[in-house]
Each structure stands twice: as C-alpha cells, then as structure tokens.
C-alpha cells in the first residue's frame, strides 16, 4: 500500500504505539514514523530495539510537521499530552488515539484542538495483557476491530484517510457513537476485567486454598482470569474512573444475575441454571462465528500466553 501520511507521530511507546509502529511498517503506511515516551528509559528501549524511525525527547519535537498525530498513553493521561502537543501541531495535521474510552478522550483533548486540526477518536479493539515498547507485534490488529468515533464536522475525507490507515494495519473499521462505544466496551470488556480482577483477587484470599493448589490446579476458567487480571494496572485503573457510569450500570445487571443464579443454585432450580448456559453457549458461538476467536481447545493459545482484547 502506498503511505497514507507522511509523518505520524505516536506519543507513548507501550504496547498499541508498538503494534501500531511494526504494522506501519509492514504495510508502508507512513513515510516515517517519530515516537515519544515520558520516560528516558523507555525511550533508550525504543532506540535499542529500532522502534520508530526516530524517538524524540519531547512531545513539541515529535509532533512538529506531523500529518498524523496518535495519543497512545492511559486515558487519565491524554489531557496533560493534548495540552502540552497543541501549540506545536502543524495546520491541517489530524490527531487521534486509541484509548479504550471515548468519551472521557473526547471532553478532555477536544478543548486543546486548535482551529484547522482535526480531531478523530478511535479504539482498536485488541491488546494483550503485556504492556511496554518490547510487547508490541505487526499482527496484533489483523481482523479485529477499529472503532472510531469522529465528532460531527470532521472533513469526511480525513475520517476516511484514517478508516484507510486502520485497515492497513489489518483491522476491520466501525463508526460508533462516543457514548454507545462506551456502553458496548463496558459490557464486553471493562465490566468482564473487573470481574477477573474480583475473581483472581478472591482466590488469593481464600486462604483454606493453599497458593500452590491455586497455581498447580489452575482450571482453565481460572487460568483465563489470572491472564485478565494481569494487565497493565495503571490502565485499567484509568478506564474504571473515567467509564464510570457504564461500568456501573453494567455491574448491577450483573449482580442481578448473579443472585438469580446462587438462588438457583441454593434452591436446587436446575432448570434455571441449565437454560442459562444454553443461551450463553450460543454466545459463544456467535463469536468464534464472528472469527473473532477461534473453537481450539484453551482458546488456540497453547500453554504460552495469549492474545486477550481488552
Ligand atoms: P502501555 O504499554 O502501558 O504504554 C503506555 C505508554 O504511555 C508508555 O509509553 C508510557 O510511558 C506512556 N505514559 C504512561 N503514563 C503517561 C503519562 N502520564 N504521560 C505521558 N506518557 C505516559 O499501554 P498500552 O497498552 O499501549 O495502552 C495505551 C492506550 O491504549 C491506553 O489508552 C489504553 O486504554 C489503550 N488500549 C489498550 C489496549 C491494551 O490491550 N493494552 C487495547 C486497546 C486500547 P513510559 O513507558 O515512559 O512510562
């Protein structure tokens, strides 16, 4: 494919801005790519292991002359970025993200937008439970989803130079609602890592279960949580403050159920309990249908990590 911006500029190096660095490059997306992380640490890794065709020192230098600008970094973290990027941002130039919430992004990077640059949200639906500038893998977007969320007044033909740049690196690309996408990711992944995080964390308490019997016997329900469980706690941190309301709503739904379901169990209801799992059974198989897992047994992920969406 030919380049589809001439310089891109990714701010923070973890585990999006390097996937997204690495399929850049499979697919020539961009004429060069300039990265940058607060820490000088994580800078000197993006220069050992030839992330980026330059790592900058400071935020002003790597946006400078950028077409695409992308906020890599935690939600809670996208304001300060946004304020300290903008008086530096060149006419014309698009800036985007891809936090795992809209509209949080979207109250507080709007406002730093300068007149003439065009603000387009996104979220790439997929990760892993590794962070950092050595995590990242050219295949981690392939055939999953890209959601953007642009604002009304946005140029069509920016919007759809980004839909471009997200197939390129292999996704499938939605237009979303900023609220709605909200509401969808509270449902099929906040709420569900707060539940790996309760569930991981109430084994640990459970002290009549010895830690060795919780690591040995790890059935692969369990194992699935410790892997959610694992990921980046800043960043989850970050998407439970500033998805709040959503989350909520989707917990007590769930606590509902899950009443409905320890009465089922107490009274012996189980009628109740089988014609629960029937239907979420057909979920399941909704979603490998959908290719966006696959039926192999313990998820195709062999006995070595996986690739979680989060
Ligand atoms: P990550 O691997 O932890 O990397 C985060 C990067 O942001 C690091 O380079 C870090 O710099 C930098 N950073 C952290 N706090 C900062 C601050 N206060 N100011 C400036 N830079 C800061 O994170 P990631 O997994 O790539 O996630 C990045 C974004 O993608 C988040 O908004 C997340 O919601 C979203 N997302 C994540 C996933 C996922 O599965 N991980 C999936 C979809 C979307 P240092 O290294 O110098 O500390």
């Given at each position: 494919m030919s380049a589809l911006y001439g310089r891109v500029a990714l701010i923070g190096l973890g585990l999006i801005a390097s996937s997204m660095f690495w399929g850049i490059r499979r697919g020539t997306l961009a004429g060069e790519v300039a990265g940058y992380a607060r820490s000088a640490e994580t800078r000197a890794t993006a220069r050992q292991i030839g992330l980026c065709?330059?790592?900058?020192?400071t935020i002003a230098e790597t946006v400078k002359d950028a077409d695409l600008v992308v906020l890599c970094v935690p939600v809670g973290a996208m304001e300060a970025v946004a304020k300290e990027m903008a008086p530096h941002?060149?006419?014309g130039a698009v800036i985007s993200d891809v936090g795992s919430v809209k509209r949080d992004v979207i109250d507080s990077v709007g406002p730093y937008v300068p007149e003439g640059v065009h603000f387009i949200p996104a979220h790439p639906v997929a990760g892993t439970e590794h962070s950092g500038p050595t995590s990242g893998f050219?295949?981690?977007f392939d055939n999953r989803w890209c959601l953007v969320t642009p604002a009304p007044g946005?140029?069509?033909a920016e919007i759809a130079r980004l839909e471009a740049f997200w197939r390129g690196l292999g996704s499938n690309v939605d237009r979303m609602e900023p609220d709605h996408h909200d509401l969808v990711l509270a449902v099929t992944s906040h709420a569900p890592h707060l539940i790996a995080y309760t569930m991981v964390g109430v084994a640990d308490d459970l002290?009549?279960?010895t830690d060795s019997e919780v690591i040995n016997y790890s059935a692969a329900g369990f194992r699935d949580f410790t892997r959610i469980a694992a990921s980046d706690p800043t960043m989850w941190r970050d998407v439970f403050l500033t998805n709040k309301e959503a989350t909520l709503e989707v917990l007590g739904r769930f606590t509902e159920e899950l009443f409905a379901l320890q009465r089922a169990i107490r009274t012996g209801d189980g009628e109740h309990l089988h014609a629960y799992f029937t239907r979420t059974r057909a979920i399941r198989r909704g979603i490998i249908e959908a290719g966006q897992d696959t039926s192999e047994p313990n998820f195709g992920r062999g006995s070595g990590g996986g690739k979680g969406e989060v």
């Open positions: 065709d330059e790592v900058c020192d941002l060149k006419p050219a295949e981690l946005v140029p069509e002290r009549r279960v």
